[in-house]
């Protein structure tokens, strides 16, 4: 059996286009990664950058995999 599952991420549309500021894009998906801890120091303050997501506990940037991974144990 193979384990499925990604982080939500959210994707405007053209029939509804979301108008997103910095600060409400990072609060935005703060929210969602409140549920995942970070593999190295297990604090639940990530964040997603443009193509990482980081820690804001230990200052580490990692990939989507591997926050997953870390949070299937």
Same mark, same amino acid.
């Given at each position: 059996m193979m384990?499925?599952?990604s982080i939500p991420y959210d994707m405007p549309t053209k029939k509804n286009p979301i108008?997103?500021?910095?600060?409400?894009?990072?609060?935005n998906?703060?929210?969602?990664?409140?549920? /995942?801890k #970070?593999?190295?120091c297990s604090e639940y303050l990530?964040?997603?950058?443009v193509v990482y997501i980081?820690? /804001?506990? #230990?200052l580490s940037y990692f990939s989507e995999q591997d926050i997953i991974l870390?949070?299937?144990e």
């Open positions: 384990f499925i599952y108008t997103v500021t910095e600060a409400s894009y990072f609060a998906d703060r929210e969602k990664l409140s549920m /995942f #970070c593999p190295k990530l964040y997603r950058g980081g820690c /804001f506990g #230990c870390a949070n299937i």
